[in-house]
């Protein structure tokens, strides 16, 4: 009936015909991968030749922008101390002008104050509240102290009600020729 050489051999037969099939397909893809490789190799060589330039450069680059980066830095840091010297040194300039503004009134006060008592007319005769000898005896000592301190105080009040004072600046609104003038 069926001798199994038969189909040993029709199944060798396919066999063979399905590998000649495989290389013949398999034929042109081998080429494209070798055309592939020999591309890659080219690629690589390229890559070899070129990245380490390239790479250096990037490096250099690198190292250049740091160095620009530490001098930026250190321009801002020495602009910033100059910045706050000037400021100092403003803070100071304005401290000495006050003490020249305050010292100036001084001054100017001291002076008026001087024409003022160099101008003054001197009364004839000094004024003095004399109690009777009855009521100087009833006057304890702490009365009579406090009678003279109220005198005082009345005749410093007189006096400094005499100075007019600009609410700005705190300079005598008369000048000492005004009150010359006036005296």
């Known amino acids: ?44 060589d390229t890559l070899s030749r070129e990245l380490p ?10 190292m250049e922008i740091t160095d620009l980066t530490d001098d930026v830095s250190e321009g801002v840091k020495s602009a910033s101390q100059v910045v706050q010297q000037v400021d100092q040194s403003l803070d100071g300039a304005r401290k000495q002008a006050q003490n020249v503004q305050i010292g100036t009134r001084s001054i100017f006060v001291g002076v008026k104050a001087a024409w003022k008592t160099f101008t003054r007319q001197k009364s004839p005769k000094r004024q003095v509240d004399r109690l009777s000898p009855n009521a100087s005896s009833a006057l304890t000592l702490r009365e009579r102290e406090a009678k003279r301190q109220r005198q005082r105080n009345d005749n410093n009040y007189n006096d400094a009600a005499n100075w007019d004072f600009d609410d700005e600046d705190s300079l005598p609104q008369s000048t000492a020729a005004e009150e010359w003038s006036e005296d």
Do not use: C, H, Y
């Open 1 to 44: 009936m069926i001798d199994p050489l038969f189909w040993l051999g029709l199944s060798i037969l396919l066999v063979a015909v399905s590998l000649t099939a495989v290389l013949i397909a398999a034929i042109p893809a081998l080429q494209e991968l070798a055309r592939a490789a020999r591309s890659a190799e080219k690629l690589f």
């Open 53 to 62: 330039p390239t790479l250096n450069a990037i490096r250099t680059t690198g």
